[in-house]
């Protein structure tokens, strides 16, 4: 296993935990704040020393999007609409690539929210709603918008609606970090063992 495919892996299930989320928050209104944490922390660490600083322990802060990669090329793969959230998030990240004063400006975004963060707490309402505002000025006035379905009664309250927003900004930056660490859209054919098979590793490997 190089370290090449161990850091796509982990952006991968950084993805696919956002996305999941997103589908949980659309069809039940709620989600383990643990989950939802490191996700949001991930935006506010722009300018890594390491890659091992994004996300922390993989196997704790990341345990239900490798959960959900392992088991992708298995029967027991059962996340339709978070695999559908996750290819719709890569897409999306293509078309922001080409507009560098969005890129910019979602950075800065990030920054003016990280007070929000260092004031109250990175999941805390204020912060969420800063992400939130962030990704409806910004990614949400690209041609391509992702569509989230499900119950009306959750995608209709303001503060669910602020979560997807900001699980969604999270999942672009697992998008950008995946495209970063040379993941490509071919991978996820080809290379779908071998995220299942790391994922496995890094589960078993990490755990305290």
């Not at 897409?91 to 560098?100: A, D, I, N, Q, V």
């Not at 890129?103 to 963060?117: C, P, V, W, Y």
Request: hydrophobic share 40%; net charge positive; with cysteine.
């Amino acid at each position: 296993m190089t370290n090449t495919l161990e850091q796509q892996t982990i952006a991968l299930a950084a993805l696919l935990q956002a996305s999941s989320l997103v589908a949980t928050l659309a069809n039940k209104g709620d989600v383990d704040s643990r989950y939802i944490t490191p996700l949001i922390d991930s935006l506010f660490v722009q300018n890594p020393d390491q890659f091992d600083d994004i996300y922390g322990n993989p196997a704790q802060n990341l345990q239900l999007g490798l959960s959900i990669l392992q088991r992708i090329n298995s029967s027991q793969s059962n996340e339709p609409e978070a695999t559908r959230y996750a290819l719709s998030l890569l897409h999306l990240e293509r078309k922001l690539s080409s507009h560098p004063a969005m890129l910019e400006a979602i950075g800065q975004g990030i920054n003016n929210a990280k007070r929000q963060a260092d004031h109250f707490s990175s999941a805390h309402a204020n912060t969420i709603a800063a992400l939130a505002d962030l990704y409806k000025q910004t990614l949400s006035q690209l041609s391509f918008r992702i569509r989230v379905t499900g119950n009306p009664t959750y995608l209709q309250n303001a503060h669910t609606a602020k979560q997807v927003r900001t699980l969604l900004l999270a999942g672009i930056r697992a998008s950008i970090l995946w495209r970063q660490v040379g993941g490509r859209r071919w991978h996820l054919l080809l290379y779908r063992g071998r995220y299942a098979d790391c994922s496995k590793q890094l589960l078993r490997a990490n755990l305290p």
